[in-house]
């Protein structure tokens, strides 16, 4: 009897034991996976910005850009000895930065998001992010497959069978285009953007992954 008791009591705490570690990994796993949206928390300051991730450096007159992880842009007056922290609005990384004048500057990274400083580099502001960029692209190929799909509605019944075939077929492959161009605008931004230039007439052009 005392035996059993022992077993049962021994069992009984395994099985709490159990139970506490499933709800603990539960909790923990809730809060893994949670999404936190870094487009929406500004960068952080830190005077270790240095010591991390500095992806691209630009020099602009006397002056130093670099840019790097957690939204960090960084900006040196001394070639390099010390370096200041501007006001990014963002915490992803940045991938790129570019000026066209010691005011006017651009930077570019993950999720698609274009930043803008007019003070040289002491504050930036988000121009566009990867949800601006995908509804930009979705409506570019809307149009696209919307004039091919008139195309083929308004054929002659005596056209040609050939000429009928490639235009179906070309209609179908931009609405599988839109499919998924509608699915990224779905999933939300994503695509990083990877290098900015700017122009001597001021055009800023901005690329990045799967053919942005």
Not at 1 to 10: A, Q, T, V
Not at 64 to 69: C, Q, S, V, W
Not at 117 to 125: L, M, Q
Not at 147 to 150: V, Y
């Given at each position: 009897?005392?035996?059993?008791?022992?077993?049962?009591?021994?069992a009984?705490?395994?099985?709490?034991?159990?139970?506490?570690?499933?709800a603990?990994?539960?909790?923990?796993?809730?809060?893994?996976?949670?999404?936190?949206?870094?487009?929406?928390?500004?960068?952080?300051?830190?005077?270790?910005?240095?010591?991390?991730?500095?992806?691209?450096?630009?020099?602009?007159?006397?002056n130093?850009?670099?840019?790097?992880?957690f939204?960090?842009?960084?900006?040196?007056?001394d070639?390099?000895?010390t370096?200041?922290a501007?006001?990014?609005?963002?915490?992803?990384?940045?991938?790129?930065?570019?000026?066209?004048?010691?005011?006017?500057?651009?930077?570019?990274?993950h999720?698609g998001?274009?930043?803008k400083?007019?003070?040289?580099?002491?504050?930036?502001?988000k121009?566009?992010?990867?949800?601006?960029?995908?509804?930009?692209?979705?409506?570019i190929?809307?149009?696209?497959?919307d004039?091919?799909?008139?195309q083929v509605?308004?054929?002659?019944?005596n056209?040609?069978?050939d000429?009928?075939?490639?235009?179906?077929?070309?209609?179908?492959?931009?609405?599988?285009?839109v499919?998924t161009?509608?699915g990224?605008?779905?999933?939300?931004?994503?695509?990083?953007?990877?290098?900015?230039?700017?122009?001597?007439?001021?055009?800023?052009?901005?690329?990045?992954a799967?053919?942005?």
């Open positions: 009897m005392f035996l059993r008791n022992r077993f049962s009591n021994k009984a705490s395994t099985l709490l034991l159990g139970a506490m570690l499933c603990g990994l539960i909790t923990y796993g809730s809060l893994s996976t949670a999404k936190v949206d870094l487009l929406q928390i500004p960068a952080i300051p830190s005077v270790n910005a240095t010591r991390s991730l500095l992806i691209d450096v630009e020099r602009v007159g006397k130093l850009f670099a840019a790097g992880e939204g960090q842009i960084l900006k040196s007056e070639n390099g000895q370096w200041t501007g006001k990014v609005p963002v915490s992803v990384t940045l991938t790129s930065v570019a000026f066209a004048n010691e005011a006017v500057g651009y930077a570019v990274g999720d998001v274009v930043l400083t007019e003070d040289g580099g002491v504050n930036w502001v121009l566009i992010d990867g949800g601006t960029i995908n509804q930009f692209v979705l409506d190929v809307q149009a696209k497959a004039a091919l799909q008139e509605d308004n054929l002659p019944e056209a040609p069978a000429v009928r075939e490639a235009l179906e077929v070309a209609a179908e492959e931009a609405a599988f285009v499919d161009a509608q990224d605008l779905e999933v939300g931004p994503s695509k990083p953007l990877l290098d900015v230039i700017v122009n001597g007439n001021g055009n800023v052009f901005v690329a990045g799967y053919g942005q």
